[in-house]
């Protein structure tokens, strides 16, 4: 108890916290538009910040922004993935993107699938599951992506259209 008490008595410093610098980053300094949606670190440890007007990649001093013209359907996104071949994948409201090294290649859902609305996507078993939001009838969905290719992942495990699932995606529209 006395070495304790004594070393916090005469070190004072031992109590501090180291301080790091902060860093706010903006429009000004090459954001897209101000408000964040989702961050993501990439294996190269790129951020990949998804903002509410657009796609942007920083490498720590400087950010590069993909917008509609670089391929994206739409500047509004909902999530950012990478599968395992170090691929970067954006999920918006029509489907996914993959990134190209310079700009975006849409992959928009069949016509079939235009009710929904694709709000994420992980990396699963060679497979990009995909979870989308029915805007008809407010169900969750899981769909996988490979080769260009939408499949219905539900209609593999039939089980999935009994568990009890909640989700807020669309108001007035809960599955419980």
């Known amino acids: 108890f006395f070495v304790i008490t004594s070393l916090l008595t005469f070190s004072p410093d031992i109590l501090r916290a ?6 706010e980053y903006g429009v000004v300094d090459g954001l897209p538009q101000s ?13 990949w910040i998804i903002t509410k007007n657009g796609l942007a990649r920083f490498d720590g001093v400087d950010f ?3 917008l509609r013209r670089n391929g994206l ?7 950012v993935m990478e ?19 310079t700009g975006f290649e849409f992959f928009p859902a069949p ?36 080769n260009g290719v939408y499949s219905d992942y539900t209609k593999r495990f039939p089980a999935i259209d009994t568990l ?7 108001p007035g529209k809960s599955k419980e």
């Open 18 to 23: 180291q301080g790091y610098p902060l860093r």
């Open 35 to 47: 408000q964040i949606h989702a961050i993501f670190q990439d294996s190269r440890d790129f951020l």
């Open 64 to 66: 590069i922004n993909y």
């Open 73 to 79: 359907p739409s500047n509004y996104l909902n999530s």
């Open 83 to 101: 599968d395992e071949a170090g691929i970067i994948w954006v999920v918006s409201a029509g489907g996914l993107s993959r990134y190209t090294g």
């Open 111 to 146: 016509d079939e699938l235009k009710s929904q609305i694709f709000i994420n996507a992980v990396w699963y078993e060679g497979n990009h599951l995909v979870t989308s939001i029915d805007q008809s009838t407010g169900e969750l969905m899981l769909f996988t992506f490979m």
């Open 164 to 170: 009890p699932i909640i989700h807020a995606g669309l």
